[in-house]
């Protein structure tokens, strides 16, 4: 019989975002459109493809997001992939107690969800199903239409800052 292995050492909150920042991820801003009209989006970097057929993907908001609310009634939302020249739109919807929609290009898409003009590509999606872990929910979407612009680069986020991608 083998020993047990050693106890796991504990970690902290901090030290766990810290590890999570080390891996890069792309950043989306994810938008609808509430029952009222009202216009929602907040930038997110946890975003996923979960299956190629049916066509879904997924990502995460906070419990405590005041968008929650709006996403979680809607049926439908987009998530738009920036592009490496809209960083400014990234800190935008993360910003709290501004009016993040001022100025901002974009157009109704299929559902009515905005789509941001030069995102790197949309994903328009119907709210097929979420999920509530720790402290999030975990929104899994079928994408009805997507699209993308051809040489585009992306927006990447890592380690607490912005980078554009440059090839090996």
Do not use: K
């Not at 810290?18 to 929602?40: D, I, K, S």
């Not at 946890?46 to 419990?63: E, G, H, R, T, Y």
Request: some cysteine.
């Amino acid at each position: 019989m083998s020993p047990l292995p050693p106890p796991l050492s504990p970690f902290s909150t901090r030290d766990f975002r810290t590890a999570l920042g080390m891996f890069a991820t792309g950043v989306t801003v994810v938008t609808a459109r509430g029952a009222e009209g009202r216009l929602v989006g907040l930038t997110a970097n946890s975003f996923n493809s979960v299956s190629m057929d049916p066509p879904l993907v997924l990502w995460s908001l906070a419990l405590a997001s005041a968008s929650l609310p709006v996403f979680a009634a809607g049926g439908h939302y987009a998530i738009n992939v920036l592009a490496a020249d809209q960083m400014a739109l990234a800190e935008r919807f993360a910003a709290r107690g501004v009016d993040r929609w001022a100025g901002v290009e974009h157009r109704p898409g299929i559902s009515g969800a905005p789509l941001l003009a030069g995102a790197a590509a949309t994903f328009e999606c119907i709210n097929r199903s979420r999920y509530e872990e720790g402290d999030h929910v975990i929104f899994v979407g079928e994408v009805e239409r997507c699209q993308h612009r051809a040489g585009a680069s992306p927006l990447l986020y890592h380690g607490g800052r912005f980078y554009t991608e440059h090839p090996l």
